[in-house]
């Protein structure tokens, strides 16, 4: 086995060691709305679930001086809101698209042509055919070395009718895509396990 201490690697090959074998990542597609009231739209990809009875969903972003914060972050916090949309197979040229860095007087919903849903719990809005959607409410932020998390705790959820069978969505209907290192995505395949514990 190669075997190292991250301190013997520059950031660089650390970066993308840790990004390529944290994978597939699930994308959140964050929504928020500027304190002059410029909607914004984001992927995430460091991101995830916390807590379940209480549903509370965290992402990572590079920490710095307000002024410099990503647009999303700057917002989340300001406002205390935002929306994570799923990203599906259908969703991935635009959702990249989305990650273009554009001044934040402009509107990635705009520049992509994407049509604003109304939420109902948050100002933020969301994408309108994202097939599910969370309102969420800032719960806490938290610095960790270069990056802030930032956690939200879910208030409100939009499914799209289709997904569901009994109430419920099944996971074969869901084709969420991931991000892996480097230069790929990936969709998501199924496999049917019968888990034994
Ligand atoms: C699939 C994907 C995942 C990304 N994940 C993250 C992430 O987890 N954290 C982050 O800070 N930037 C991430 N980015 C980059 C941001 O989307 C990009 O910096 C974007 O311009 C931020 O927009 P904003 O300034 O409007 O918030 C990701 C980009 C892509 C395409």
């Not at 964050?30 to 984001?42: E, K, Q, Y």
């Not at 460091?46 to 710095?64: A, D, H, I, K, M």
């Amino acid at each position: 086995m190669h075997e190292f201490a991250p301190s013997d690697r520059t950031e660089r090959e650390i970066s993308r060691l840790v990004k390529t074998v944290v994978t597939p990542r699930p994308i959140a597609w964050i929504s928020t709305v500027s304190d002059a009231g410029v909607d914004n739209l984001a992927p995430f990809s460091s991101y995830n679930y916390v807590s379940l009875t209480e549903p509370t969903v965290l992402f990572n972003t590079p920490n710095g001086p307000r002024s410099e914060l990503k647009d999303t972050a700057r917002n989340a916090l300001e406002s205390g809101e935002f929306v994570v949309n799923i990203v599906t197979e259908a969703d991935i040229e635009r959702m990249d698209h989305t990650s273009a860095a554009l001044p934040d007087d402009e509107s990635e919903f705009d520049l992509v042509d994407i049509e604003r849903g109304e939420s109902r719990t948050v100002s933020a809005p969301r994408v309108a055919d994202a097939t599910v959607s969370m309102e969420c409410t800032l719960h806490d932020s938290i610095e960790v070395h270069d990056k802030l998390m930032i956690l939200g705790d879910v208030q409100y959820v939009h499914v799209d009718d289709e997904l569901l069978t009994d109430g419920q969505i099944d996971m074969r209907d869901l084709d969420t895509v991931g991000r892996l290192g480097g230069p790929y995505y990936t969709v998501s395949d199924p496999l049917p396990f019968e888990r034994q514990f």
